[in-house]
């Protein structure tokens, strides 16, 4: 029995010794795995701790401009486009010259985009804007294309050649063509008259029968759309030329207006 007593309390004495060695010591090693046990556990990041968000210090994605105005050109391209096969009054050539106006309006996107976005990185959308130039010219050229080649293609010549044929036919109903020593009419690139070049026939002595001469002819000029003449009578001595232009002015000019206005020069 003494000796059954004896290994129950040498067996006590064991476990007391092993739950004594479990602990970690109070020196340099026990502080150690007190830390990594302390960073082991969750708590606050420094972004907690401060309250600053990270998205200040990193860098923002970057913002891309072009698409406002890749839309509005599309849209007005298409609208003129359209309006040209229909109406006969709208020229694709002539509204082709307001082209430029889309660098305007995407400079105005970049601006607009540089205020609101202060801290964004803006950028251009080259791929939009190559589309956009693309398909612009692209639809331009080719509505353009048949107006072009009939203004400067091989046809052109004997067309307006016919026209000022007409042109001087008309002219000649009402003017006497013994009077006239030579008539040019010239046209400009949508076929319509634009200046007269008119050397009346026969000496004269005074303005006042140049003035006489040329009045009818200067109407007839301005009934038939032409803006600007250029007029000329002389003799041997003097030469008197008439210069005029704007429609109105050809049809409510006087013959005494005529002698005013009208320049005489010495014939060498």
């Known amino acids: 029995m003494k000796h059954t007593g004896e290994m129950k309390k040498m067996n006590e004495e064991q476990k007391t010794m092993g739950m004594a060695t479990a602990e970690p010591p109070i020196g340099e090693e026990g502080t150690t795995e007190r830390a990594k046990t302390a960073e082991k ?66 400079g105005l996107e970049i601006l607009v985009a540089t205020v609101r976005y202060k801290e964004a990185n803006v950028k251009v959308g080259f791929g939009m804007t190559l589309l956009c130039l693309i398909l612009i010219f692209g639809a331009v050229g080719a509505a353009i294309l048949p107006d072009v080649w009939e203004v400067y293609g091989p046809g052109r010549w004997e067309r307006q050649e016919e026209i000022v044929q007409k042109l001087e036919r008309s002219f000649y109903e009402q003017i006497d063509s013994t009077q006239v020593e030579q008539l040019s009419i010239y046209l400009d690139e949508q076929d319509k008259p634009i200046n007269a070049y008119v050397n009346l026939a026969g000496e004269f002595t005074s303005a006042e029968g140049v003035a006489k001469t040329a009045l009818p002819m200067v109407h007839k000029l301005a009934q038939l759309g032409i803006e600007e003449a250029h007029i000329e009578g002389q003799n041997t001595k003097q030469q008197w030329s008439l210069r005029l232009k704007g429609v109105y002015s050809l049809k409510e000019i006087t013959e005494a207006r005529l002698v005013e206005i009208m320049d005489v020069a010495e014939i060498a």
């Open 41 to 106: 556990k969750p708590g606050k990041t420094g972004v907690e701790a401060t309250g600053k968000s990270k998205s200040k210090d990193s860098p923002q994605s970057p913002v891309f401009v072009g698409r406002i105005t890749l839309g509005v050109a599309l849209i007005v391209v298409g609208l003129l486009v359209t309006a040209s096969l229909f109406l006969p009054g709208v020229y694709l050539l002539t509204m082709a010259k307001f082209a430029p106006l889309i660098l305007v309006l995407l």
